[in-house]
């Protein structure tokens, strides 16, 4: 079974810093590029950051730029997001996604279950 | 960056309805646009990628169509399960900032 599980989350003061962790399973976790995904409480989905297979290429929104990480342990099956300078406005359920590029194209077809950071002092 | 808008924003059905959402994209995005459903504290789930090619498993009563700036989302035959809040999502950016819809929340009438 495909599965992807995150941990990391948690209540942080702003300016603080927090790694997410997302453990893969049932698949081959180095033929895909993987995302982050965050929604605020009541609020819609806001793609984070995407990196690829083998992480040699990495992309961010532009509100993380500069303060977030998206790194991978291929030999591990895990997706990491360092989170650093925290705001209040990074409080967010954070979801790791499996992303199949093709042809130009991409869709997140596995999502984890999320893991839940706030930041407030 | 690319917008996306999506109408209604939420809508009342009751089941055995055919539900139709819309999505519009502020440029042209081919048929670059997945439909994701999500239920209250689950993750969101991979309904219809590129336009109209329905994902494995998902039942064949949610179909999408549409190309250029102009997506829908049809449910034909609303089932219990499908009261939930539905998000469009443009991937012509992908690799970088591909963005979401502000999502279409079904309820029950």
């Known amino acids: 079974e495909v599965q992807l599980l995150e941990s990391g989350g948690g209540l942080v003061q702003p300016g603080g810093s927090l790694r997410l962790s997302c453990a893969a399973s049932g698949f081959t976790f180095s033929s895909y590029a993987m995302s982050w995904v965050r929604q605020a409480p009541g609020k819609g989905l806001e793609w984070v950051s995407l990196?690829?297979?083998?992480?040699?290429?990495?992309y961010y929104a532009d509100s993380v730029k500069g303060r977030f990480t998206i790194s991978r342990d291929n030999s591990k099956n895990t997706l990491y997001l360092q989170m650093n300078s925290l705001r209040a406005e990074d409080t967010a359920v954070y979801y790791c996604?499996?992303?199949?590029?093709?042809?130009?194209?991409?869709?997140?077809?596995?999502w984890g279950q999320g893991t839940t950071v706030t930041v407030s002092s | 960056d690319i917008q996306m808008t999506q109408s209604p924003s939420s809508l009342s059905a009751s089941v055995g309805d055919r539900v139709t959402i819309t999505c519009r994209a502020s440029?042209?995005?081919?048929?670059?646009l997945n439909w994701y459903q999500q239920k209250p504290g689950k993750a969101p789930k991979l309904l219809i990628y590129s336009a109209s090619s329905l994902q494995i498993g998902v039942p064949s009563r949610f179909s999408g169509s549409g190309s250029g700036t102009d997506f829908t989302l049809t449910i034909s035959g609303l089932q219990p399960e499908d009261f939930a809040t539905y998000y469009c999502q443009q991937s012509y950016t992908t690799p970088r900032m591909v963005t979401f819809g502000p999502g279409t929340k079904v309820d029950i009438k």
């Open positions: 440029q042209s995005i081919s048929s670059y």
């Open positions: 996604a499996k992303t199949r590029i093709s042809s130009g194209s991409s869709n997140m077809d596995v």
């Open positions: 990196i690829s297979g083998s992480g040699g290429s990495t």
